[in-house]
């Protein structure tokens, strides 16, 4: 989507290894979301963001951390990556207030090996 | 049970067909509701949104809510094999404060319109 950038797109890794997924946004939105998507689950929110430094867990939020220090980045960090996280990984914003709607990402697809 | 329930489908259909899909919810505090289209390898784009029961319609596809039933429909006329795709329905509830935004989605159902 116009606007929201996600890095690296595709990332291979190995057990037990730090990993961090960038997601930037050009539009100076407030909301950011973190969600991964795993067939038979449909998207499952992880953490989000409603403004710089200030995050909350949504439901799979265990073994995931994120910061953002700047409006226009939401840094998603496994701390020791597993196999269980092997999953596509979305950013969204709200973009606008009024209906609450989100906006996605292209998305990130992570192996860990 | 999963607050959001979803026929995954497959679903398989022949270009021109009315195409109904649908999902179930359990709670009642949802008042946003919306449809989501994910063509494959791509991020989920936003297709139809609603707050109140009833029809809502935009060129070939029509939402529909039934809160007393708990139960919503995206329908699809005249589909084509540009339709495509895997379709998600995703709802919110009223609250604020910092559960804004928060979604909770369906797991989806893949759609084949074939010609």
């Known amino acids: 989507d116009a606007g929201i950038t996600q890095s690296p797109r595709h990332k291979v890794t190995e057990t037990g290894t730090p990993v961090t997924l960038r997601c930037h946004q050009t539009?100076?939105?407030?909301?950011m979301y973190w969600y991964r998507q795993d067939p038979g689950h449909g998207l499952r929110l992880i953490h989000y963001?409603?403004?710089?430094?200030?995050?909350d867990k949504g439901e799979v939020s265990d073994g995931y951390s994120v910061s953002r220090s700047k409006t226009e980045d939401f840094l998603l960090t496994l701390e020791s990556a597993t196999s269980s996280q092997t999953s596509v990984y979305f950013c969204a914003i709200t973009r606008d207030s009024n209906t609450d709607t989100q906006y996605f990402g292209p998305g990130t697809r992570l192996t860990v090996l | 049970q999963k607050e959001v329930e979803q026929d995954p489908g497959p679903l398989s259909v022949p270009e021109g067909a009315i195409v109904s899909l649908n999902c179930t919810y359990s709670n009642s505090a949802f008042q946003y509701f919306m449809w989501y289209r994910q063509y494959s390898r791509k991020g989920p784009e936003l297709l139809m949104y609603t707050y109140s029961s009833g029809n809502k319609e935009d060129g070939r596809f029509t939402a529909q809510v039934d809160k007393s039933s708990k139960y919503i429909s995206l329908f699809i006329r005249d589909s084509q094999p540009s339709d495509s795709a895997t379709y998600l329905c995703?709802?919110?509830?009223?609250?604020?404060?910092?559960?804004?935004?928060?979604?909770?989605f369906g797991q989806g159902t893949i759609l084949t319109v074939h010609p």
């Open positions: 963001s409603y403004g710089v430094k200030d995050t």
């Open positions: 995703a709802l919110k509830t009223n609250a604020g404060g910092t559960s804004y935004g928060k979604l909770t």
């Open positions: 539009e100076n939105h407030r909301y």
